[in-house]
C-alpha cells in the first residue's frame, strides 16, 4: 500500500509563493506543454489525498480540474464541494491512519499524497515511500515549505534524476528503511 | 566579481543537523573518495567568505583544512583563530558591501560564500550568482537551514545536473537577472 508523493517546489523548498500563489511553476516556457510525467504519474495511483488549504488553493487557480483519479480532501471544517466537483471529490476526516485504511478497504491502495500539511503529517509518521520533486529554478524566499520538522532522519534511495525543459531537476526518491 | 556557493544539503534543505553535525554528508558510502567537484570548484575562486557558526562548525569536525584559498570569516565576535590556521585565515567584520569592495580591491575578485547566514545576506543583497547545491537523500527534519526569507524571487538559470555516487544529485545554478 505504497503512499506517493508528487510535487513541483522552489529550489529553497517551497510549493507556493506568500499569497498562496502557484505561479513560479508556470515560469518556464513550455510551448509543447510538457507534462512533466504528471498523467503517467496519476495513471499509476489509485487516488489523491490532500488538505483543505491545497484543495482550495487549487480551486483559486481555476481552470480545468486536472486530477483523474478520486481525489479524498482531509477536513474537519469543509462541509461541501462545488457542484461540479461532487463526483471527483470526497471530504473525509479523522486520524491519518484510520483514513488509510478505510481508503485501502475501498480499494485504494496506491495513494498520491498532495499538500504540504498533508504530506508533512505522513512523513512525521514515517509512511511515505516515494518522493517526485521537481525543482524549479528559483528561490521564492517565502510561501508555503514542503517540509516540516521530523523527529528523525529519513533517509531516501535516489532512483532517478532528469532535466526537463532544460530547467527542471525531477528526481524520485524511494524510502530506505534501514 | 561573481560570488559561488558551492553546498551540500538534504532534501528539505538543512545544511547540518539539529546538533550542529555534518555527519549528514557523509551518508553515502564513498570508497573512492570522490570529491564532486569541490577541488575543481575551489581553483576556480580567490578566496572563501563564511561567518564564525561555520568557521567553528568546520573546526568542529576536525580532520584536515581543506579550504586551499584564503578563508575570511566574517564575525565582530571572534578575536583570533587557532594558531595552525594563522597562515589560512582571516577575521575580518563590517558591512558586507565594504568587506567586498576590500577583498576585489585585494586581488580578490572570484569569491566562495560559505554557511547559511552568509549565503543568506548575500542572498538578501541579490549578489549570488552563481549556486552549486548537492543534494543528499534524506530528510533532516530540522538543523540549519541552507535558505531564508527574501525580499523578493530570485530566478536562476538552470546550467548543468550530475547524479554523483547514483545517490547526490548536484545542480548548478546562475542567476538569472531579467
Known amino acids: 500500500m505504497p503512499?506517493?508523493?508528487?510535487?513541483?517546489?522552489?529550489?529553497?523548498g517551497y510549493i507556493a509563493d506568500r499569497n498562496n500563489k502557484l505561479d513560479f511553476l508556470e515560469c518556464i516556457p513550455n510551448p509543447e506543454n510538457v507534462d512533466f510525467g504528471f498523467q503517467d504519474f496519476m495513471q499509476s495511483v489509485d487516488c489523491v489525498i490532500m488538505g483543505r488549504n491545497t484543495f482550495e488553493t487549487i480551486l483559486g487557480v481555476g481552470g480545468e480540474w486536472h486530477y483523474s483519479k478520486?481525489?479524498?480532501?482531509?477536513?474537519?471544517?469543509?462541509?461541501?464541494?462545488?457542484?461540479?466537483?461532487k463526483d471527483n471529490v470526497e471530504i473525509m476526516q479523522g486520524e491519518i491512519n484510520d483514513i488509510i485504511t478505510a481508503l485501502n478497504k475501498r480499494g485504494f491502495?496506491?495513494?498520491?499524497?498532495?499538500?504540504?500539511?498533508?504530506?508533512?503529517?505522513?512523513?512525521?509518521?514515517?509512511?511515505?515511500?516515494?518522493?517526485?520533486?521537481?525543482?524549479?529554478?528559483?528561490?521564492?524566499?517565502?510561501?508555503?515549505?514542503?517540509?516540516?520538522?521530523?523527529?528523525?532522519?529519513?533517509?531516501?534511495?535516489?532512483?532517478?534524476?532528469?532535466?526537463?525543459?532544460?530547467?527542471?531537476?525531477?528526481?524520485?526518491?524511494?524510502?530506505?528503511?534501514?
Chains 1, 2 share one sequence.
Open 70 to 85: 478520486p481525489v479524498f480532501v482531509l477536513s474537519s471544517s469543509l462541509t461541501s464541494v462545488p457542484d461540479k466537483l
Open 109 to 178: 491502495s496506491r495513494l498520491y499524497i498532495d499538500g504540504a500539511n498533508v504530506i508533512q503529517s505522513f512523513l512525521k509518521k514515517d509512511i511515505i515511500d516515494e518522493v517526485i520533486i521537481s525543482t524549479v529554478p528559483m528561490l521564492l524566499g517565502g510561501g508555503t515549505k514542503l517540509f516540516g520538522m521530523l523527529p528523525a532522519h529519513l533517509s531516501f534511495e535516489h532512483m532517478e534524476t532528469q532535466v526537463l525543459l532544460n530547467a527542471l531537476v525531477q528526481t524520485r526518491y524511494k524510502r530506505k528503511k534501514e
Open 3 to 12: 503512499n506517493f508523493v508528487f510535487i513541483g517546489a522552489s529550489i529553497d
